[in-house]
Structures are given as C-alpha cells and as structure tokens.
C-alpha cells in the first residue's frame, strides 16, 4: 500500500500546528504564573509596609509608657523621650515614603 505524498505534507502541516500551539499553551501559562507571582509579591511587601509602621509606632507608645509609667530619675525620663520622639520619626517617614 502506498501513502500519497499530499497525506504525507499534510500531516506534517498539522503536526508543525500543533507543536506551535502547544508552544503558546506553555508560554501564556508561565506569563501567567510569573503574573500571579509579581501580584503576591506586591501584596506581601504591602503588608511588610505596613507591619513596619505599626512595629514603629509600637515602639513609640513602649517608651511613652516607660517615661511616664516607672518611677525613674529625670535623666532617665529624657531618654526615654528621645527614645519615643526617635520611633515616632521613623514611623512617620515610614509613612511617607510607604504611601
């Protein structure tokens, strides 16, 4: 039995649109997941963001509650101050720059 050569080039023709099509399955499904990757990643460094700030502001009210809670000399007292005033400015430049 003898194949003819058209069957022969059209299967082939349908073979080389397969590969091709299967070729763009993979590449819009690997776009895909490096998309879903980039969207997590922003979601995370937005919660980091934010958890930075509060940690920041944490800090502050901790050492507003020293200074004003514990019975310690004035000196002590300054510091903590400074300490507070310190966490504050890293909290509001946090929020500058993480808006």
Same mark, same amino acid.
């Given at each position: 039995?003898?194949?003819?050569?058209d069957?022969?080039?059209?299967?082939?023709? *349908?073979?080389? !649109?397969?590969?091709?099509?299967?070729?763009?399955?993979?590449?819009?499904?690997?776009?895909k997941?490096?998309? *879903?990757?980039?969207?997590?990643?922003?979601?995370?460094? !937005?919660?980091?963001?934010?958890?930075?700030?509060?940690f920041?502001?944490?800090r502050?009210?901790?050492?507003?509650?020293?200074?004003?809670?514990?019975?310690?000399?004035? @000196?002590?007292?300054? $510091?903590? $101050?400074? !300490?507070?005033?310190?966490? @504050?400015?890293?909290? !509001?430049?946090?929020?500058?720059?993480?808006?």
């Amino acid at each position: 039995m003898r194949v003819s050569q058209d069957f022969i080039v059209n299967n082939r023709w *349908d073979f080389i !649109q397969h590969q091709f099509q299967l070729v763009e399955r993979v590449s819009w499904l690997r776009a895909k997941a490096r998309q *879903d990757r980039w969207e997590e990643e922003v979601t995370l460094v !937005q919660d980091q963001m934010g958890n930075t700030v509060r940690f920041f502001e944490f800090r502050q009210q901790e050492w507003l509650a020293r200074a004003s809670g514990l019975p310690i000399t004035q @000196g002590h007292r300054c $510091y903590a $101050y400074e !300490q507070a005033d310190l966490w @504050g400015a890293l909290a !509001q430049r946090a929020k500058r720059t993480f808006r």
